[in-house]
T-cell receptor, first 114, second 110 residues
Framework: DAGVIQSPRHEVTEMGQEVTLRCKPI?????LFWYRQTMMRGLELLIY????????DSGMPEDRFSAKMPNASFSTLKIQPSEPRDSAVYFC????????????FGPGTRLTVL | DAKTTQPPSMDCAEGRAANLPCNHS???????VYWYRQIHSQGPQYIIH?????ETNEMASLIITEDRKSSTLILPHATLRDTAVYYC???????????WGLGTSLAVNP
């Protein structure tokens, strides 16, 4: 298996633009997680899905952020409109169970909002 | 979930053992101690976890004190590739909201 795949790896956009980050989880994994990492706040969970259904989105910072999982092999995290404070590395992770030792992370998307 | 505290940075000579401490004085009886590491520009990677017994795998050893208020991750023969940020997390194993903290930045020097 290729592991968790994220695209793009780097994204530079201007304030106010829409940004869409993509994730392909490991096949057979029922859980998918979106994280954001910044120098100041570290790694924070934004939302997670179980069998394509959002379970907990309490970490989503505000209404500008939305996440979807239309099928078991694809998820998106959208920011609209983007702001400079959204600049961060966004990680997607998947796991077969809700067990911390079984989470596999993707390489991340580095987002820069100018 | 218990909060963990780690030193922000540490150095280690290549080939020597790296001992990374973690304090979790408020850990609950059902919470495990998990260790992850994050190499630059990559996602975090699971290393090891334990409840109260010491654990060892191909990557590292985990020593947990008898009162479970602290633990130490041991990399027995550190290599340059072990340079990374190491995270210690206390979690009951079923809580998706892992509290990651800022970890310890380990620099392995030649």
């Amino acid at each position: 298996d290729a592991g968790v795949i994220q695209s793009p790896r780097h994204e530079v956009t201007e304030m106010g633009q829409e940004v869409t980050l993509r994730c392909k989880p490991i096949s057979g994994h029922d859980y998918l997680f979106w994280y954001r990492q910044t120098m100041m706040r570290g790694l924070e969970l934004l939302i997670y899905f179980n069998n394509n259904v959002p379970i907990d989105d309490s970490g989503m910072p505000e209404d500008r952020f939305s996440a979807k999982m239309p099928n078991a092999s694809f998820s998106t995290l959208k920011i609209q409109p983007s702001e400079p404070r959204d600049s961060a590395v966004y990680f997607c992770a998947s796991s077969p169970r809700l067990a911390p030792n079984e989470q596999f992370f993707g390489p991340g998307t580095r987002l820069t909002v100018l | 979930d218990a909060k963990t505290t780690q030193p922000p940075s540490m150095d280690c000579a290549e080939g020597r053992a790296a001992n990374l401490p973690c304090n979790h004085s408020t850990i609950s009886g059902n919470e495990y101690v998990y260790w992850y590491r994050q190499i630059h520009s990559q996602g975090p990677q699971y290393i090891i976890h334990g409840l109260k017994n010491n654990e060892t795998n191909e990557m590292a050893s985990l020593i947990i004190t008898e009162d479970r208020k602290s633990s130490t991750l041991i990399l027995p023969h550190a290599t340059l590739r072990d340079t990374a940020v190491y995270y210690c997390i206390a979690d009951a194993g079923n809580n998706r909201k892992l509290i990651w903290g800022l970890g310890t930045s380990l620099a392995v020097n030649p």
